[in-house]
């Protein structure tokens, strides 16, 4: 599986949109990007994946470059609630794919 | 989505004694799950893939007669501390991957592990 590479923290303003960038600049064609986040002392919670278009759901969006070397999740809306762990893992969308999580961003959403 | 349970949620053992932690896929059956260790501060580290029916998959470095792992149901996979030592005290977390559609793994809520 493709390396990602992401910023160890960020903060962002509770309301204002929160943007994570992730770079995977090794990603084979068949590797779709996903992210999760973690709340302190929980399990890790599905946010959003893709392959190469952008993708929206009720909790985030994901805008992948074309080269598809780099994304970016957004939180639009950020709140407390939010300040978490979020990783970008690259991995080939098939069943019994192992998650192989880096270090991941900490983000802070302060108010 | 799809819920993954683990029991016990929290536990505090003595040193040298046996603790089970059980993954369970509430919704959906999985054949393959897996099982993660999290010490503070750092991030999850995969330790192995649990495969119904039939013998884990380790990562390297993790020790399989330490920590055992049956998967005897398509919805229950355990994971066995066997004679736990203080190193042994951290967070398991197990995930489970959806059968059809994207694949997408869920995770169990954690099971922190004290030893004494």
């Known amino acids: 599986d493709a390396k990602t590479t992401q910023p160890t923290s960020m903060d962002c303003a509770e309301g204002r949109a929160a943007n994570l960038p992730c770079n995977h600049s090794?990603?084979?064609?068949?590797?779709?990007v996903y992210w999760y986040r973690q709340i302190h002392s929980q399990g890790p919670q599905y946010i959003i994946h893709?392959?190469?278009n952008n993708e929206t759901n009720e909790m985030a969006s994901l805008i992948i470059t074309e080269d598809r070397k780099s994304s970016t999740l957004i939180l639009p809306h950020a709140t407390l609630r939010d300040t978490a762990v979020y990783y970008c893992?690259?991995?080939?969308?098939?069943?019994?794919?192992?998650?192989?999580f880096g270090a991941g961003t900490i983000l802070r959403v302060k108010s | 989505g799809a819920v993954v349970s683990q029991h016990p949620s929290w536990v505090i053992c003595k040193s040298g004694t046996s603790v089970k932690i059980e993954c369970r896929s509430l919704d959906f059956q999985a054949t393959t799950m897996f099982w993660y260790r999290q010490f503070p501060k750092q991030s999850l580290m995969l330790m192995a893939t649990?495969?119904?029916?039939?013998?884990?998959?380790?990562e390297q470095g993790v020790e399989k007669d330490k920590f055992l792992i049956n998967h005897a149901s398509l919805t229950l996979s355990t994971l066995t501390v066997t004679s736990a030592h203080p190193e042994d005290s951290s967070f398991y977390i197990c995930?489970?991957?959806?059968?059809?559609?994207?694949?997408?793994?869920?995770f169990g809520p954690g099971t922190r592990l004290t030893v004494t």
């Open positions: 995930s489970a991957g959806e059968p059809s559609g994207s694949y997408e793994q869920y």
């Open positions: 893992i690259v991995r080939v969308q098939e069943y019994g794919n192992k998650l192989v």
């Open positions: 649990s495969n119904e029916g039939s013998k884990a998959t380790y």
């Open positions: 090794t990603i084979s064609g068949n590797e779709y």
């Open positions: 893709g392959l190469k």
